[in-house]
């Protein structure tokens, strides 16, 4: 035990304890690094990336390619003029007529004056990609047209397997440029000849994208019916990846909307959310869920409510659920105020003209529910509650809704009143045969879907079937094995 000397007196507070080796060496990890050394890094990690795409180019594998295009979205946060002039410079060639303009739209002083190394074209498009993609990210619209124009040529001079997925990024990024710069239109007959073209080659990579830009570019100016035409005409690649199959998707989905052919939109924007990155692409989903919940509520379902309770989804999907309260309730005046409050949002978001039919959906639940609660009802009361100009109004939607077998109802011209009828037995009907069937349907595409998706490694059934050779072969010397041992056996027994 401590003696009383040695005690501490309680008015004396502890002395601070030295700082550990361990903390002094992690606060030197923290400290931020130069953007020199960040630089270099990132021309390392570039440096890796080409070459990849080199392997690529001579063992004629496009897979390779696709794994350089998927580190893309990390590359670019990283890009700046020095990065780029240092590549350019590098890895493009002198004999390229866009270098010295490339070079220009990054100017660095810092960087090293390095004769290029003999490279494939590969790479100079990949260098020159980069380049267009910081302009796009730097707002640089008046630069990017020119790099865009210079790159699609290139792109168009090389005619290679190794280039069909490099070349559909470039193609994006080309269309992009031309919308954020509003001359989306002059990008279209470019993009149709070389839809021409990916498809006599067989590029379905080329095919899916430039199928998806061309219905990008007709949607954007509201040509339905060209747009429509093209997908009549054309033939959506099997093998193409999932993130170009759910932007076909759900562009094919909101043609069929404009249309009036709500089960058909219905199915492909579920195929679309479906088919998007569970965790990515948080965007696309917002946009195609607000879509879907107007197409549901148009074709007279009730979206489900776990959908505007997601954590992604809530804050954007806030408009669309008070619209869809004011649908359920069939209140028009609700409805109004909605629409009213959140008008701009809806036509920025392109689904504007969809709400607005949702008026006679709403007018329609608004007269189901009254026949429900009234047997008999004069159309003067039907006008009031629905908030109509005239009873001959409330007459003439009544009728209609009738005549579509929304309710089940007589209406008395003489006396203007409505009389609703007996509800039948929705068992007695084919209401439950047509509910199973869609069901069934929904299965069965599924199955048929997750089939197709399946992949398999190249020429995975020679090696299964050499092996099922190799086992015969060794049951064969098993069996003849045995025999001999039999008759050794035998022999020894006589």
Same mark, same amino acid.
């Not at 498009?125 to 267009?132: K, S, T």
């Not at 429900?372 to 109004?393: G, N």
């Not at 050779?469 to 025999?483: I, N, S, V």
């Given at each position: 035990m401590a003696s009383k000397a040695q005690r501490k007196p309680k008015g004396e507070k502890p002395k601070a304890e030295k700082p550990k080796s361990e903390d002094v060496e992690m606060k030197e990890a923290e400290a931020p690094k130069p953007?020199?050394? =960040?630089?270099?890094l990132t021309i390392e990690d570039i440096k890796d990336h080409i070459s990849i795409i080199e392997k690529s180019v001579v063992n004629k594998e496009p897979r390779f390619v696709l794994r350089v295009l998927r580190q893309l979205a990390s590359t670019r946060k990283r890009l700046n003029d020095a990065v780029l002039n240092q590549l350019s410079k590098t890895y493009i060639s002198d004999s390229y007529e866009f270098k010295g303009?490339?070079?220009?739209?990054?100017?660095?002083?810092?960087?090293?004056?390095?004769?290029?190394?003999? @490279?494939?074209?590969?790479?100079?498009?990949?260098?020159? %990609?980069?380049?267009?993609?910081?302009?796009?990210?730097?707002?640089?619209?008046?630069?990017s047209i020119p790099c865009a124009q210079a790159l699609i040529n290139r792109v168009m001079s090389v005619n290679k397997p190794t280039m069909h997925l490099l070349g559909a990024r470039c193609f994006f990024y080309y269309s992009r440029a031309f919308e954020m710069s509003g001359r989306l239109h002059e990008a279209r007959t470019l993009l149709h000849g070389r839809l021409r073209t990916s498809t006599l080659r067989h590029d379905s990579e080329g095919q899916a994208m430039l %199928?998806?830009?061309?219905?990008?570019?007709?949607? *954007?100016?509201?040509?339905?019916?060209?747009?429509?035409?093209?997908?009549?005409?054309?033939?959506?690649?099997?093998?193409a990846n999932n993130n170009e199959s759910a932007r076909y998707l759900f562009y094919l989905g909101k043609i069929k909307a404009t249309q009036l052919d709500y089960s058909e939109a219905f199915k492909n924007l579920n195929q679309a959310i479906r088919k998007a990155p569970q965790n990515a692409a948080i965007g696309f989903k917002q946009a195609a869920t607000k879509l879907l919940v107007v197409v549901q509520l148009l074709l007279g379902e009730v979206p489900e409510r776990h959908i505007f309770r997601d954590q992604h989804l809530m804050m954007s999907l806030h408009p669309y659920l008070q619209l869809t309260q004011a649908v359920l309730a069939g209140d028009l005046a609700k409805f109004s105020i909605v629409l009213e409050k959140y008008s701009d949002k809806f036509m920025k978001e392109g689904t504007m003209t969809l709400i607005n039919r949702l008026r006679h959906n709403v007018i329609k639940t608004g007269i189901k529910s009254?026949?429900?609660?009234?047997?008999? =009802?004069?159309? $003067?009361?039907?006008?009031?509650?629905?908030?109509?100009?005239?009873?001959?109004? $409330?007459?003439? =939607?009544?009728a209609k809704a009738i005549h579509d077998g929304v309710i089940e109802a007589t209406i008395d011209h003489e006396k203007g009143y409505m009389q609703s009828n007996d509800s039948a037995n929705v068992y007695g009907t084919n209401e439950p045969l047509k509910a199973y069937h869609e069901r069934?349907?929904?299965? %069965?595409?599924? *199955?048929? *879907?997750s089939i197709k998706a399946m992949r398999f490694p190249p020429k995975s059934y020679n090696d299964n079937l050499e092996d099922?050779?190799?086992? @015969?072969? @060794?049951?064969?010397?098993?069996?003849?094995? $045995?025999?001999e041992i039999a008759e050794e056996e035998d022999d020894g027994m006589l």
């Open positions: 953007q020199s050394e =960040i630089d270099a303009k490339l070079l220009s739209y990054f100017p660095c002083s810092d960087s090293k004056d390095e004769k290029p190394h003999a @490279r494939s074209v590969l790479t100079e498009i990949y260098v020159n %990609l980069l380049g267009l993609i910081s302009l796009l990210d730097n707002n640089r619209i008046n630069d %199928l998806n830009l061309l219905l990008r570019n007709y949607i *954007h100016y509201n040509l339905y019916e060209q747009a429509e035409k093209l997908i009549s005409k054309t033939t959506f690649p099997e093998n009254v026949a429900l609660s009234y047997s008999r =009802i004069s159309l $003067a009361d039907v006008a009031d509650k629905l908030q109509l100009d005239s009873p001959e109004d $409330a007459e003439y =939607i009544i069934i349907r929904f299965c %069965l595409d599924i *199955h048929n *879907h099922a050779q190799k086992q @015969r072969e @060794r049951e064969q010397q098993d069996l003849e094995y $045995a025999k």
